[in-house]
């Protein structure tokens, strides 16, 4: 691997065997691509560099705006400190009230409801409606 020392993504990944071999002119293209790009890729970060300290003074001037719904943010705090103050248990219930149900009694089990078949339909003497007829 190659790189221009200081130049970030300048690096050129050639296979050793590429080296070695031959006359090292895919090497050399490689090499002569990159070098052409960096002007490019200047060009690129500056613009980078610009929106982002476009970005950073936008984010500045937001912290010194006050927040625009400051007084509907205060009614809904109000509102909710209201509400809370309805639902607080009073001091003198210290502890819950029981479960109404004993927590080691299981649940009750209930059936799955499936629809019948065309053979139940028959052995209950339904067989002169349809299936289709039963669930409308």
């Known amino acids: ?9 300048t690096e050129v990944r050639v296979p050793i065997e590429h080296v070695l071999d031959g006359d090292g ?4 293209r490689q090499i002569e691509n990159r070098l052409s790009s960096i002007p490019d890729r200047i060009s690129k970060a500056q613009l980078e560099l610009q929106e982002h300290q476009r970005s950073l003074e936008d984010a ?3 912290l010194t ?3 625009k ?6 009614a809904a705090r109000g509102a909710l400190a209201a509400v809370d103050a309805q639902l607080a248990i009073p001091r003198h219930f210290p502890n819950p009230p029981p479960p109404l149900t004993d927590p080691n009694t299981p649940p009750i089990q209930r059936p799955a409801l499936t629809r019948p078949d065309r053979a139940t339909l028959a ?4 067989d002169d409606r349809t299936e289709e007829n039963l669930w409308n």
């Open 25 to 28: 002119v895919g090497v050399i």
């Open 60 to 62: 500045q001037r937001s």
């Open 1 to 9: 691997m190659f790189q221009f020392e200081g130049i970030p993504e």
């Open 123 to 126: 052995q209950a003497g339904t």
């Open 65 to 67: 705006t006050p927040f």
């Open 69 to 74: 719904h400051t007084e509907q943010l205060g």
